[in-house]
C-alpha cells in the first residue's frame, strides 16, 4: 500500500514539473547589439533549440542574425522566418547569416524546418 502511495505521488510530482517546465519555464529574452549605429546584430547557437530564443530588435534599421548550428539533428537544419521570406539551409558547426531589415512592429516566429524547434522574433 506505502509503495502505490509513493508511486503515485511521485509521478504526479513528475507529471507537475513537466508542465511547469515546458509551459511557465523563462524564455530567455537578448535584444540585438547595434554596431556602428547601422546594423542590429545577434548571436543565435542552435543546439536542441535556440539560444537565445526571444530576440528584441529595433524597426527601421537592419539585422544580421548569425546562426551558429553545434548538432548534426536533421531538424534543426534549416531555419525558417516565414514572415520575412526567409528559409536558409544552416550547415553544421557553422556560423550562417541573415540580413533582412524590419519594417513593421509586431512578434514574428522562427522555426526550423520541421516546425519543432521555434524562437520569437520582436521588432519594437
Do not use: H, W
Amino acid at each position: 500500500m506505502l509503495t502505490k502511495v509513493i508511486v503515485t505521488v511521485s509521478g504526479v510530482l513528475l507529471i507537475a514539473f513537466v508542465n511547469l517546465y515546458f509551459f511557465y519555464s523563462r524564455r530567455k529574452e537578448t535584444a540585438a547589439s547595434l554596431k556602428e549605429g547601422e546594423l542590429q546584430e545577434v548571436k543565435v547557437v542552435v543546439k536542441e533549440g535556440y539560444d537565445p530564443d526571444v530576440i528584441v530588435v529595433k524597426k527601421g534599421i537592419p539585422v544580421r542574425l548569425n546562426f551558429y548550428r553545434d548538432e548534426t539533428d536533421d531538424c534543426s537544419d534549416t531555419i525558417v522566418i516565414g514572415d520575412f521570406n526567409i528559409r536558409k539551409p544552416l550547415p553544421a558547426f557553422r556560423t550562417t547569416s541573415i540580413e533582412f531589415l524590419p519594417e513593421k512592429e509586431g512578434e514574428y516566429v522562427f522555426t526550423c524546418g520541421m516546425g519543432m524547434l521555434r524562437g520569437k522574433l520582436i521588432v519594437r
